[in-house]
């Protein structure tokens, strides 16, 4: 009697270690409890992916939106850039490699470069080029009290390419400054079209040796056998 007792308790507290019915006192189930488990398991995972999936596509819009002021880079939504840091993020993005090819960006107000470090958009250092290729519309607003001065071309765009730069004015009292290739609105211009841009009165845009402008620079082709300049419309300094 004592060991029949015994064995049932041994039974019963293996049920309880184990949780789910069927375990024995090695910790192993039956086939048909592990796939009823299994089972379960699974089903109760499911809506937690589902879950996390449909979080991830409600997110993703608001994370493109984070980008600078706001927009999506189209030409209905553009970027919108509102101060100093997003310019600075814009130039960085494009020193980084990013050259925005076919996207948009909206100046939404104007910047004032007093006491904050300036950096141009894009680059042509040589072996080290970087190019702004989307649109940028200054939206008729002015960036002023620039001082900038770099090696080798400088400008509020350090070099662009296929694409526009309209409705922007360089002004206060801004002084930009290299050795050669430099231009109020564009260092070097390959193929860009800059339409109605002004560089105002107190500016000072100097080359120490050749090629400045007070709109651009330098105008190229960047590609061999390719046509045209780009062209510069309506632009006053």
Not at 56 to 79: K, M, N
Not at 125 to 132: Q, T
Not at 134 to 163: E, Q, W
């Amino acid at each position: 009697m004592t060991n029949i007792s015994i064995e049932k308790k041994t039974l019963a507290t293996d049920t309880l270690i184990s949780g789910v019915a069927g375990f024995n006192s090695a910790n192993r189930c039956k086939p048909s409890v592990c796939r009823n488990i299994n089972s379960r398991t699974l089903n109760m995972k499911r809506p937690k992916t589902l879950l996390l999936a449909w979080l991830l596509a409600l997110l993703a819009p608001l994370a493109a939106q984070a980008q600078f002021g706001g927009g999506s880079g189209t030409q209905i939504d553009p970027y919108i850039i509102r101060n100093t840091n997003h310019w600075i993020e814009l130039a960085d993005n494009v020193g980084d490699g990013e050259d925005y090819y076919k996207t948009y960006f909206r100046l939404d107000a104007d910047l004032d470069f007093s006491g904050t470090t300036f950096k141009a958009v894009g680059s042509f250092v040589p072996r080290n080029e970087r190019k702004f290729r989307g649109h940028f519309d200054g939206n008729g607003h002015t960036i002023s009290n620039v001082t900038y001065t770099a090696s080798f071309g400088c400008g509020l765009f350090g070099y662009a390419g296929i694409g526009s730069i309209k409705n922007l004015t360089l002004g206060g009292s801004s002084v930009i400054t290299s050795s050669q290739n430099v231009g109020g609105i564009v260092s070097r211009s390959d193929r860009c079209t800059i339409v109605n841009c002004h560089v105002g009165s107190n500016v000072i845009v100097q080359a120490n040796t050749k090629a400045a402008g007070g709109i651009v620079g330098l105008l190229t082709r960047d590609t061999f056998g390719s046509s045209g300049y780009g062209a510069v419309i309506d632009c006053t300094n």
